[in-house]
């Protein structure tokens, strides 16, 4: 029973024993420790800044990423509509040069077809004087009865239907 016996001389020489290992811990470990946790949190706080910082840069890219797609869109929308624009105009171009041309050729046609016209109206009329002279001529170097003018023109009109 020795061993769960109290001696107040083992338990003064414990405890002063105890204060001894406190102070020379103080002076030599304690410090260095509380150093080191010191330490521990400046790094532990310094990388929690960093990475604010990052999330801070990161999130102020983001909002200028978002910034330039939404200019990018814009941007290529007004191209479009730039382009649709253009499109419209040199189809609106296109099509009044073609009836333009088209207006052209047709009073170009219709010029010619009237010069042919006259042509062909002085051409007949020009046969019909000969016609006219030439039974004229026989009209007259003939006598008038009616028969003989009869047989005069059949003759006439034979002779035009072989020489055609």
């Not at 006439?156 to 020489?163: A, C, G, P, Q």
Request: proline fraction near 1%; charged fraction near 35%.
């Amino acid at each position: 029973m020795d061993l769960v016996a109290i001696t107040p001389g083992l338990i003064i020489w414990t405890i002063i024993t105890f204060i001894v290992l406190l102070v020379v811990l103080r002076l030599v470990a304690w410090k260095p420790i509380l150093d080191m946790l010191d330490q521990r949190e400046k790094t532990i706080n310094d990388a929690l800044d960093k990475a604010r910082q990052a999330k801070e840069e990161a999130e102020a890219l983001m909002a200028t990423n978002r910034e330039m797609i939404g200019k990018a869109r814009q941007e290529m929308a007004g191209i479009i509509e730039k382009a649709q624009r253009d499109a419209e105009q040199r189809r609106a171009e296109i099509l009044a040069r073609a009836h333009g041309e088209a207006e052209a050729k047709a009073k170009q046609f219709t010029e010619d077809l009237d010069r042919q016209k006259r042509a062909a109206i002085r051409d007949i009329r020009a046969e019909a004087v000969d016609l006219i002279l030439a039974a004229s001529s026989r009209l007259v170097s003939e006598k008038l009865d009616d028969e003989k003018h009869r047989g005069l023109v059949r003759d006439y009109i034979e002779d035009l239907s072989k020489t055609s």
